[in-house]
């Protein structure tokens, strides 16, 4: 039976090949040949052909067969990378995006057919938002503005709509319209903090706790910046208007970021104290909490039982003290303008990324995936091209504390427990019951994108009061590879096997930081530095630069974590048993299994930094014997260097 699965593939790949050779002696014989072909081989050789074809193609296409690899690898690898842009700038996207793209295309190719409720709540956000500024063809108004949409769609803007057509206000004419009884910038903060959008304070949660702490980041862009992010509002207007308004909300903020000095008069008893962990409550923050945690139906006594943390006391006083001693009129322009820019959501995208936990639960439900792949068969697939990884991680953090020292070898468990490792933590975090009940009869509108938006996001912050916390960018934790397992299944989905180890495959390794060596890292300084004495040449050898220790950090890094992908890469093509297909197709392209990831890899670096990577790349590959394996480096070529560094070093 296995003979026969590869000469069916053995066909398949031939029939690719002869397709790209002789198009129309492939069309001569279609017919006889469609006898012979199963319905199954047909679809595998379309799906073999366009992971193949569309990237090996380009591949090619990016690299510049004129220049030496073994001069510059870089420039060689990435020598027509702008020609390949200018020439079909719609399809030739920079490697580095490829995976990225794939996922919004899968995303967007199935976001309709989401079945979960949180699937569904995805899919009409995203709907809503790529609608946004349509007007029917019969409709003679034309599309409502970012600002009027706002108004209509969000209720607590909304009660004020007529008021807020004339925003933002000049100090005549919030006094002349009595607007200090009428707009609160207190509950408007608040409750837009309750919906997902802070602009004065951030108040986040984990299960049963609170914490609370000054923006990160609180916007305060120049003068210019202001006037131009205002420019559909205040169109028609005296044009000293924009600038008075800019200004204002510029002394503000800047005041809040402790850039300029607050009045002595305003600060004598409630600057916070050096060291001071507790939060002083005034009126005005007391008002602020009680419509913040009244917005998101708080009770009582979950206020009461929850842990309390307040996070740079001073910093939040110091903010609030500017706020205090600034006009309301002038807080609530500067609330109203940071709610108006965070909303302006102009890549649809996001939806996917702001909300991934429920998109992951939807594609872990396999609803949209079923088709292309069972999710058993994903799981043995992620356990294989991880193995070595998974071995050498379990082996490291069983050696980190001198009580895994005292277990014998016989008590390690000798398999491998990552599906059964992702599918406990997905039965836990994405848990689709629990989920439903956090989600459900949140009172969507429909054609209201922002206000679904907002609704959605405090459902999101409330949830988070009742969950653990998780940390999905932690490479030891289960929730970084059931991400990454996603991700890898959509990946297979769009590229070749050698992309993976390219790509996600050689990051696993980076960012896991299993292969620091501190000793091997200082010795390959040393080395390094002395090849640059020997080797540099600004003519002939530009590519032995000096180094600065940083860069030769991160090189050490990248040489041992790529050495190790490429391992990953070869063992998979040991026990892969149809290997000899990629092969077979990699040569025909002018490739090979020892080159194509050198060449995946250098391409994810194209015209990106380019001093700093093609540092790092060149140095790196030309310290590695399965460089000079694969191109075989005369003695006298830059790249091959009469003595290697960072050579079973760390081994």
């Known amino acids: 039976m296995h003979w026969k699965l590869q000469l069916a593939l053995l066909a398949i790949v031939i029939h690719i090949v002869r397709s790209q050779n002789d198009p129309e002696s492939v069309m001569d014989n279609t017919e006889g040949e469609a006898e012979a072909e199963t319905e199954s081989d047909i679809e595998s050789g379309q799906f073999f052909s366009h992971l193949y074809k569309s990237n090996l193609r380009q591949m090619v296409k990016i690299k510049n067969d004129s220049l030496d690899p073994c001069d510059d690898f870089y420039a060689h690898a990435c020598g027509n990378f702008d020609q390949a842009l200018e020439e079909d700038p719609e399809e030739s996207l920079p490697p580095y995006l490829y995976n990225k793209q794939d996922r919004m295309s899968f995303f967007a190719a199935q976001v309709a057919n989401f079945q979960t409720l949180p699937g569904r709540l995805i899919s009409q956000l995203y709907s809503e938002c790529r609608e946004r ?6 409709s003679v108004n034309p599309p409502a503005t970012h600002w009027e949409s706002l108004l209509a769609e969000i209720p607590f803007l909304a009660r004020h709509e007529m008021i807020l057509t004339d925003w933002p206000f000049l100090r005549h004419q919030w006094e002349r319209r009595h607007l200090n009884g009428q707009l609160n910038w207190i509950a408007l903060s608040a409750q837009l903090a ?17 914490y609370v702490a000054p923006l990160e980041d609180l916007p305060c862009p120049s003068m210019e910046d202001f006037q131009a992010s205002m420019s559909d509002v205040l169109e028609g207007r005296h044009h000293h208007v924009s600038h008075i308004i800019s200004h204002e909300m510029r002394i503000l903020c800047r005041g809040m970021r402790g850039e300029l000095p607050l009045a002595r008069s305003l600060t004598r008893t409630t600057t916070a104290s050096p060291g001071q962990e507790q939060l002083l409550l005034d009126e005005n923050t007391m008002e602020y909490f009680q419509h913040f945690f009244g917005s998101l139906n708080f009770s009582k006594e979950q206020l009461e039982k929850a842990r309390k943390f ?3 006391v001073e910093k939040i006083t110091m903010a609030w003290e500017v706020l205090r001693q600034t006009e309301p009129r002038i807080v609530y322009n500067y609330v109203l303008w940071q709610a108006k820019e965070h909303l302006r959501y102009p890549d649809c995208y996001r939806v996917s990324e702001e909300f991934e936990r429920l998109l ?6 396999w609803h949209v995936l079923s088709s292309h792949l069972s999710r058993d068969v994903a799981l ?13 991680r379990r082996s490291s953090l069983s050696k980190r504390d001198w ?14 427990q990552v599906a059964r490792i992702l599918q406990a933590h997905a039965q836990h975090y994405l848990n689709i ?6 989600y459900r009869g949140l009172g969507f509108k429909a054609n209201s994108f922002h206000g679904n938006l907002l609704l959605l996001r405090r459902a999101q912050l409330r949830h988070s009061f009742e969950s653990v916390y998780v940390d999905e960018e932690d490479v030891n934790q289960p929730a970084y590879f059931l991400r990454h397992f996603l991700h890898f299944v959509l990946l297979s989905l769009h590229r070749p096997t050698y992309h993976y180890y390219a790509t996600q495959g050689l990051e696993l390794w980076r960012q896991s930081r299993l292969l620091l060596d501190t000793d091997g890292s200082y010795t390959a300084l040393d080395c390094l530095e002395r090849q640059s004495l020997q080797h540099f040449d600004a003519e002939s050898a530009p590519i032995y630069r000096p180094l600065s220790f940083h860069e030769i950090t ?21 026990g892969e048993r149809f290997a000899f297909a990629e092969t077979f197709v990699l040569q025909y392209f002018g490739l090979d299994p020892q080159r194509v990831l050198f060449y995946a890899v250098a391409q994810q670096l194209c015209n990106r930094q380019t001093d700093i990577f093609a540092a790092q790349l060149n140095r790196g590959y030309m310290n590695m014997p399965e460089f000079q394996e694969a191109f075989k480096c005369r003695a006298d070529k830059p790249t091959n260097p009469s003595a290697r560094c960072m050579v079973n070093m760390c081994e």
Do not use: M
Request: hydrophobic share 35%; glycine share 4%; aromatic share 16%.
């Open 133 to 138: 500024g349509q007007s029917n063809v019969f």
């Open 194 to 210: 309750a919906h997902g959008v802070p602009t004065l304070i951030h108040i986040y949660f984990a299960e049963e706790t609170i």
């Open 310 to 312: 307040p996070l740079d």
């Open 360 to 365: 992951h639960a939807e594609y872990w439900q």
């Open 380 to 392: 043995a697939s992620y356990q294989l091209h991880t193995t070595r990884f998974q071995q050498r």
């Open 403 to 416: 009580y895994g020292h005292l277990l014998p070898a016989s008590v390690e468990k000798k398999e491998l």
């Open 433 to 438: 019951t629990e989920l439903n009940d956090s």
């Open 554 to 574: 991160e090189i050490f890094h990248f040489h041992r974590s790529f050495q190790t992908s490429l391992r990953d890469y070869r063992f998979w093509l040991q």
